[in-house]
C-alpha cells in the first residue's frame, strides 16, 4: 500500500523529537538499507527477491544447480566465479530490477531533505538512485568511490555498496562485501563513535559494518544507536534475529518496530517543531487579535495541515541563493519573510494553497491573490531579486500554473537596497488589502507589458513576467 503521510501537526513522538535534536546539532547519521526501497510505489527486489529474479533471466545461460536461489551472495560468488561472471551479473541485475527508473517513495523524500538540510549524514547500501531524485531540482554530492569521499564536496550520499549510476561500484560477492574500501568501513566506524546513528530498512548486516559497530561498542557501549524496522517487534520471539544476535542487549527503547516511511516521516516533522516554535514564539507577545498574531497562526495552521515533505520542499524552493547543506529552517530570511506574510494575512485573508516559490490566499469575499516568495539566503542586491523574481513569475505564466489574469504580488525578504521602480512603500503592520490597493495605483499610471492568452513555446511572444509588483518583507511586521 501506498503510504500515506501524517499532516505536520501531528505529535511525532519522544524518539523523534530526540533524533530531530540530534539533527540540530549535527550529530545524526541515518544508515539506510533495502527496507527503504521496496515500499511502494518504489518496489524494488529485496535481495532475496533480486536473487530469484537474477537466476531465472539467466537459467538458459548456466547452471544454477546446488545454489539457493534467493541468496543473492550464493547466487552472485557462483556468478562471478565464471569467465566474466562479474559483468554478467550486473548486467542482468540491472535488467531486471528498475534501480534507475523506479519512482521514489516517501522515505526517499524525507532522507533527500535532510540531506540537503545537512541534517543528516546518510550512508545507504542501495544500488538504486531514488534519493537521489527525491531531492528534486537540488543536486546533493554522491560518493560512491574512495576519490569521489576524499575529493568532493562535503555531507555527501555515501553508497556503501555502490550506486547503479557508476555499475563497475557495485557490490555484491562475498568477495567484494569481505573487500570493501577502506573508506567505507573507516567513515562508517567514524560516524558511529561521533553521531546517534540510526539504521532503518536493514533486515541484515554486511560483515565490514559487523566490525565497524563491534568497534565502537567496545569503546561507547550502544546508547547512539537505533534500530528501525517492522521486523523489530518480533525480537522476544526470534531468537535468529540477525540484529538480536548482533546486539542481545540493545535496550527496548533504543529497538523501533516501524517501517521506514512511518519512521521517517515522523523524524520530518519532530525536526520542524522547533522552526515553528520559534515562528510562534515571534508573535507570543502580541495580543490574541492582533493582525499578526492571527496571520501567524492561519499560516502555521495550513503548514500543519500539509505534510511535513511539501513544507520542507516549499520552504527550500521559496529560498534563493540556498546552498547544499544549509538549513532554509535557520535562514533569517525564511523567517522575515514568513513574519511579512502573517502581517499581510492578517484577520482577513486565508492561505487557499501552497505551491514552491508560491503562496496563494483567499479573502472572506472568496477572492484570490497569488504572491511570488522569494528568501535570499544571502545578502544579494535588491534589483537581482527583483529580477530572480521576474524571472519565477514568468516561468509560472508560460507553465500556466498562474493565469494571464490572475492577481500577483511578490514578497522578497534578506535582499539589500530598492527593489526598483515596481516596490510597494508599505509600513509596519500593513496589511495585503494596502498592498493590493497601492499597485492598482501604480498599474493604473504605468505600461504593463503583460501579454494574455498565447502559446507557452512561441519564442518571440511567448508570455512575459509582466508588471510584477513587490514587497519588502524587511518592511512589515512588529515582530520582524
Same mark, same amino acid.
Given at each position: 500500500?501506498?503510504?500515506?503521510?501524517?499532516?505536520?501537526?501531528?505529535?511525532?513522538?519522544?524518539?523523534?523529537?530526540?533524533?530531530?535534536?540530534?539533527?540540530?546539532?549535527?550529530?545524526?547519521?541515518?544508515?539506510?538499507?533495502?527496507?527503504?526501497?521496496?515500499?511502494?510505489?518504489?518496489?524494488?527486489?529485496?535481495?532475496?527477491?533480486?536473487?530469484? /529474479?537474477?537466476? !531465472?533471466? #539467466?537459467?538458459?545461460?548456466?547452471?544454477?544447480?546446488? @545454489? &539457493?536461489? %534467493?541468496?543473492?551472495?550464493? +547466487? *552472485?560468488?557462483?556468478?562471478?566465479?565464471?569467465?566474466?561472471?562479474?559483468?554478467?551479473?550486473?548486467?542482468?541485475?540491472?535488467?531486471?530490477?528498475?534501480?534507475?527508473?523506479?519512482p521514489y517513495n516517501y522515505a526517499h523524500e524525507v532522507l533527500a531533505v535532510l540531506l540537503c538540510e545537512g541534517a543528516a549524514t546518510i550512508f545507504e547500501t542501495n544500488y538504486d538512485d531514488c534519493i537521489e531524485r527525491a531531492s528534486r531540482h537540488e543536486h546533493p554530492p554522491v560518493a560512491r568511490?574512495?576519490?569521489?569521499?576524499?575529493?568532493?564536496?562535503?555531507?555527501?550520499?555515501?553508497?556503501?555498496?555502490?550506486?547503479?549510476? /557508476?555499475?563497475? !561500484?557495485? #557490490?555484491?560477492?562475498?568477495?567484494?562485501?569481505?573487500? @570493501? &574500501?577502506? %573508506?567505507?568501513?573507516?567513515? +562508517? *566506524?567514524?560516524?558511529?563513535?561521533?553521531?546517534?546513528?540510526?539504521?532503518?530498512?536493514?533486515?541484515?548486516?554486511?560483515?565490514?559494518?559487523?566490525?565497524?559497530?563491534?568497534?565502537?561498542?567496545?569503546?561507547?557501549?550502544?546508547?547512539?544507536?537505533?534500530?528501525?524496522?517492522?521486523?523489530?517487534?518480533?525480537?522476544?520471539?526470534?531468537?535468529?534475529?540477525?540484529?538480536?544476535?548482533?546486539?542481545?542487549?540493545?535496550?527496548?527503547?533504543?529497538?523501533?518496530?516501524?517501517?521506514?516511511?512511518?519512521?521517517?516521516?515522523?523524524?520530518?516533522?519532530?525536526?520542524?517543531?522547533?522552526?515553528?516554535?520559534? /515562528?510562534?514564539?515571534?508573535?507570543?507577545?502580541?495580543?490574541?487579535?492582533?493582525?499578526q498574531r492571527v496571520g501567524m497562526d492561519k499560516l502555521l495552521a495550513a503548514f500543519d495541515s500539509k505534510p511535513a515533505v511539501p513544507v520542507m520542499l516549499w520552504l527550500r524552493h521559496s529560498s534563493w541563493r540556498l546552498r547544499f547543506g544549509q538549513s532554509v529552517a535557520s535562514t533569517p530570511s525564511a523567517t522575515t519573510g514568513l513574519v511579512a506574510l502573517s502581517s499581510l494575512l492578517g484577520a482577513d485573508w486565508s492561505v487557499h494553497c501552497l505551491r514552491p516559490c508560491w503562496i496563494t490566499v483567499e479573502s472572506q469575499a472568496g477572492d484570490l491573490v497569488h504572491i511570488a516568495v522569494l528568501f535570499a539566503a544571502e545578502p544579494k542586491a535588491g534589483a537581482r531579486a527583483a529580477r530572480e523574481i521576474e524571472r519565477r513569475v514568468q516561468i509560472a505564466r508560460t507553465e500556466g500554473t498562474i493565469g494571464a489574469d490572475a492577481r500577483i504580488l511578490a514578497l522578497s525578504a534578506g535582499h539589500v537596497g530598492g527593489l526598483g521602480a515596481h516596490e510597494l512603500i508599505l509600513s509596519r503592520e500593513s496589511r495585503l488589502a494596502e498592498a493590493l490597493e497601492q499597485a492598482e495605483q501604480l498599474a493604473s499610471g504605468l505600461p504593463s507589458d503583460v501579454i494574455g492568452d498565447v502559446e507557452k513555446d512561441h519564442i518571440i511572444d511567448g508570455t512575459s513576467a509582466g508588471a510584477v509588483y513587490l514587497i519588502n518583507a524587511a518592511s512589515l511586521g512588529v515582530a520582524s
Open positions: 500500500m501506498l503510504y500515506q503521510p501524517q499532516a505536520l501537526g501531528s505529535p511525532p513522538g519522544t524518539v523523534a523529537a530526540h533524533l530531530a535534536a540530534r539533527a540540530h546539532d549535527g550529530r545524526l547519521t541515518i544508515y539506510a538499507g533495502a527496507g527503504i526501497s521496496q515500499a511502494s510505489p518504489t518496489d524494488l527486489p529485496g535481495a532475496a527477491a533480486l536473487a530469484d /529474479l537474477i537466476v !531465472t533471466r #539467466l537459467s538458459g545461460v548456466m547452471s544454477f544447480e546446488g @545454489v &539457493d536461489r %534467493w541468496d543473492l551472495l550464493a +547466487v *552472485a560468488d557462483h556468478i562471478a566465479a565464471h569467465e566474466m561472471g562479474g559483468a554478467l551479473l550486473r548486467e542482468t541485475a540491472l535488467s531486471v530490477a528498475d534501480f534507475v527508473g523506479a568511490t574512495a576519490s569521489e569521499l576524499l575529493n568532493g564536496p562535503s555531507g555527501p550520499l555515501i553508497k556503501a555498496h555502490g550506486c547503479v549510476t /557508476l555499475p563497475p !561500484t557495485m #557490490l555484491f560477492t562475498t568477495e567484494e562485501l569481505d573487500n @570493501v &574500501d577502506l %573508506w567505507a568501513s573507516a567513515s +562508517v *566506524a567514524a560516524k558511529l563513535a561521533h553521531d546517534t546513528v540510526a539504521f532503518i530498512g536493514i533486515g541484515s548486516v554486511a560483515d565490514y559494518v559487523r566490525t565497524s559497530i563491534a568497534t565502537v561498542l567496545a569503546a561507547t557501549g550502544v546508547e547512539h544507536l537505533l534500530l528501525v524496522g517492522p521486523g523489530l517487534g518480533e525480537w522476544d520471539d526470534d531468537p535468529n534475529l540477525d540484529w538480536r544476535q548482533l546486539l542481545p542487549d540493545l535496550p527496548l527503547g533504543q529497538r523501533v518496530a516501524l517501517s521506514a516511511e512511518e519512521f521517517c516521516d515522523a523524524l520530518l516533522r519532530a525536526y520542524l517543531v522547533r522552526f515553528r516554535s520559534e /515562528l510562534q514564539d515571534l508573535v507570543a507577545d502580541l495580543a490574541p487579535m492582533h493582525g
